[in-house]
Each structure stands twice: as structure tokens, then as C-alpha cells.
């Protein structure tokens, strides 16, 4: 399906999107210049729109577009990338097996795979994380307009229910939101103990792997975890955690797309203060570790 195009490369995303997150920090590593689309999702249901669902069937962003050709899901918009520069930029697959298959463990830990259900993988769980600034993104619009949208529209009968509920709710179901921390607090255990090997990166050398870490770590910092990646209960990730930020990809791909209804949706959720669900967090920290 071509789609028409201006610029060789040609992005729809969302700023604060995840998979939106990880395209563009993956182009910024690459060293790819690009055209950006914005797509809006939960306050304008612009991604259940005739316009974007022409480009996107799935409605989902991203959506690379190279030359009129859709490259969809944020992990083969990396892969894809890869190869069509395999000598500029980073190297986000590696070329050796033994290490090409350590990364791709880790990719599949750390993204939003379709195949995974939420909250089953670190990827997941942190989406789960944004369910309260999400459910507060779609009281933006009216019940009615939110629930025939996403039954007459959203083309992933699985997620319909759980959108709509959020909105009767106004927040995600407090057991399940819980388990999303849960779920958090495994992968960050799991991190702790991978950066254990001394290197720089999660797998070494910069990878796909720790493209998918800079987005979740911010999205930790956005659901007001912030504290996580400060604490001494985890010294190698403290220390990891600036190296990402450090990059350039992360202002370019991350910060330089800050969406100002997600900071007023942070304010008003969390002000100044710790995510309440902190003290969860560090009660299964600690059974984990013991």
C-alpha cells in the first residue's frame, strides 16, 4: 500500500507515545532525518480517523513511511532502520549471533509486543503505568463520543472494553494497576542484576535494547517514579540511567516532543509528589529480592 509522501522518510507518531518514542530515538541514533506527522490519541481520537486509519489499518503509531512504503510496530521500524544504514549511527542489532540474540531477548522484555499481554513484560507494564494520565486524557472528551468511537472505530476488539472503562472510571481498576507496578518492579530487579556484567550499556555496546530503556526510564518520570532511578537500592541502574540521557537521541527523540496536555495531565495527577503506588513498588522489590 503506498502512501503518498514528500520526504524520503515521513514519521506519525505521538510525543509522549512509547512505540512513538522508540521510532524516533531509533531515527535520531541512526542519524536519519525525517518529516513528523503528529497523530493524536486519547484526547482527540484522531487515530481512529478515516485520514490516519488510511495510512495505519491498525491505529496504531507509529508508522514509518519510507518512499510511500508503511513500516508499522516501533521494533521493526528499529530492525528496518538498521539495515537500511547498517554503517551510520549506532548499530542496533548486532552483527554477531551470540550477541544479536542477547539483544533480541532483551528487545522482547523491554517492548510493547503485541503478542504479550499488558503487564506480562517490563514494555507492557510500564504502559501500564500511564493508564491514570490515559484515563485522564480521554475525561477530555465526552463518555458517549469516547465509548462510539472505540466500539465502532478501534479495530482491536481486546482494547475496546478497556479504554471504555477507563473512561466510566475516570482511572484503571486499582487490582490491576497494582499488578502493572508488580511488573515494573520484576523488570527493574532484572535490570539491576543484567547491568550486574559492568558495561555500559544493558547488553554491552548501545543496542535496540537500551533504545527501548530510555523511553520506559522516562516514562518512569512522567508516572511520577522518578525516585526509582535515583535510589541507591539500585546503584547500577543510577548509574546507567544518565549515560542514556546523555545521548543525543533521547533530547531528539524524547524531550523535543514533550506534549504540554501530558504535563498538566502529570500536575494534576501527581503534583510534586511520588506516585501513591510507591510504596508497592518497593514492598515486591523486596520480596524479589530476597
Not at 546503584?235 to 504535563?263: C, H, T, V
Amino acid at each position: 500500500m503506498a502512501i503518498k509522501y514528500t520526504e524520503e522518510f515521513e514519521l506519525y507518531s505521538y510525543g509522549e507515545s512509547l512505540a512513538s518514542q522508540t521510532a524516533r530515538v531509533g531515527l535520531a541514533e541512526k542519524a536519519i532525518d525525517y518529516k513528523q506527522h503528529r497523530v493524536g490519541l486519547e484526547s482527540t481520537g484522531e487515530h481512529l480517523q478515516k485520514a490516519y486509519k488510511a495510512i495505519n489499518p491498525g491505529s496504531l503509531v507509529p508508522t514509518l513511511v519510507h518512499k510511500g512504503e508503511p513500516i508499522y510496530d516501533s521494533v521493526k521500524i528499529l530492525e528496518y532502520l538498521d539495515s537500511y544504514a547498517p554503517n551510520q549511527g549506532a548499530t542496533l542489532f548486532p552483527a554477531d549471533d551470540e550477541k544479536n540474540a542477547q539483544v533480541r531477548a532483551l528487545v522482547r522484555e523491554f517492548s510493547l509486543d503485541e503478542s504479550i499481554d499488558i503487564g506480562a513484560n517490563l514494555g507492557t507494564s510500564i504502559a501500564g503505568l500511564s493508564t491514570q494520565m490515559l484515563a485522564y486524557l480521554l475525561c477530555k472528551r465526552p463518555f458517549w463520543t469516547v465509548f462510539w468511537e472505540y466500539l465502532t472505530k478501534h479495530p482491536s476488539r481486546e482494547r475496546v472494553p478497556i479504554f471504555i472503562l477507563m473512561r466510566l472510571l475516570g482511572k484503571p481498576p486499582r487490582f490491576k494497576y497494582r499488578d502493572f507496578v508488580s511488573g515494573v518492579a520484576k523488570g527493574m530487579v532484572f535490570i539491576e542484576k543484567t547491568l550486574s556484567h559492568g558495561q555500559p550499556f544493558i547488553a554491552g555496546d548501545y543496542s535496540a535494547a537500551d533504545v527501548l530503556l530510555a523511553q520506559a526510564f522516562h516514562r518512569l518520570q512522567i508516572t511520577a517514579f522518578h525516585k526509582v532511578l535515583e535510589s541507591d537500592q539500585f546503584p547500577l541502574i543510577k548509574a546507567y540511567w544518565p549515560r542514556l540521557q546523555q545521548r543525543n537521541s533521547y533530547k531528539e527523540g524524547i524531550l523535543d516532543y514533550e506534549e504540554e496536555e501530558w504535563s498538566e495531565c502529570k500536575a494534576a495527577l501527581y503534583g510534586d509528589e511520588e506516585n501513591p503506588d510507591i510504596e508497592h513498588f518497593w514492598s515486591e522489590v523486596k520480596r524479589l529480592n530476597q
